[in-house]
């Protein structure tokens, strides 16, 4: 058994822990209510791009395929893989998770015979990436906390240069999408080709006008033609696509921070409440085995 200064000192130990998971926890949630609210801020935009795109793609019927960006790749040989991560770890699985997705994505390309291009958003991504011996082709880092437009602009320029040039089939992203502070999801997107997209499938928030009734679409005159918009609404589209999950994963991470150290403040409070009790005892073996040396030595005397 740990002698009694031992046990107190261990628990002095636990405490210094518990009070730095404690404000770390208090940090995150500061952080988290911010990027809720940029989330919020963001939503209404991001919905009106999404919206406009889809539907001068569909203006645009056939001739969607005339522009560079636009244009889809006869075979799929190479794709690029964006995996957003954080700068920093102390936040559960919200890294790992994203890592091991993008891997096994990349083996099911591979099993199939396509080449993958890794990009990566977080110096954990980076890190694991290199390690991995995954060395991505893109990495970005630093801004993971908080990201800012210019950030998912260097980003959506590398991915769609490389697909205008040929170097890439196909995008895709991955990242986690906030749900609750308790609950993040990882998701899988295609960015491009834009036929490939999610922005072609609609959801039921598109489908409302402003007047907040569905199923009823404005008529529009485009004036240049369609297609001429549509290439200069689909980099936007790229740019606030890879914004928003920027921020959703942003707010996932302070959201998986929070909530990992709310967990180690409790373990480390019952691990105090542990070793307080194996102190108590190990000063009650003490007191026990000095009472029974002074009765030892006092029979010795009589």
Do not use: C, W
Not at 37 to 58: D, F, K, N, S, V
Not at 104 to 118: D, K, L, P, Q, Y
Not at 154 to 177: C, H, P, S
Request: aromatic share 4%.
């Amino acid at each position: 058994m740990s002698s009694q200064r031992d046990v107190k000192n261990r628990i002095g130990s636990v405490k210094n822990i518990e009070k730095i998971t404690r404000a770390m926890e208090m940090v995150a949630a500061a952080r988290l209510r911010r990027a809720e609210q940029r989330i919020a801020a963001l939503r209404p935009y991001a919905g009106a791009i999404r919206r406009m795109t889809r539907q001068a793609a569909e203006a645009a019927g056939g001739e969607i395929s005339g522009l560079p960006v636009l244009q889809e790749h006869d075979q799929v040989n190479r794709v690029a893989l964006l995996l957003v991560t954080g700068d920093r770890g102390l936040a559960g699985a919200f890294n790992s998770q994203i890592i091991r997705a993008g891997m096994r994505a990349a083996a099911e390309h591979e099993e199939e015979g396509r080449e993958v291009v890794f990009y990566a958003s977080g110096r954990r991504g980076v890190s694991t990436l290199t390690f991995r011996k995954r060395d991505p082709k893109g990495a970005y880092q630093g801004f993971t906390d908080r990201p800012a437009y210019a950030n998912a602009r260097e980003i959506a320029d590398d991915l769609a240069a490389a697909y205008v040039d040929g170097e890439v089939d196909k995008v895709e992203i991955f990242y986690n999408g906030y749900i609750s502070p308790l609950t993040q999801e990882v998701r899988r997107e295609t960015l491009l080709p834009l036929q490939q997209a999610t922005i072609l499938e609609g959801d039921e928030h598109d489908a409302e006008g402003a007047d907040g009734e569905s199923g009823h679409h404005a008529l529009v005159e485009y004036e240049p033609d369609p297609n001429e918009i549509l290439g200069r609404l689909v980099p936007q589209y790229v740019e606030i696509s890879i914004f928003r999950a920027l921020l959703e994963s942003t707010a996932s991470e302070h959201g998986a921070r929070m909530t990992a150290m709310r967990n180690a403040s409790e373990n480390a409070g019952q691990l105090i409440d542990d070793l307080t009790l194996e102190m108590n005892r190990a000063r009650q073996a003490e007191i026990t085995q000095e009472i029974m040396e002074v009765v030892a030595g006092a029979n010795a005397l009589s």
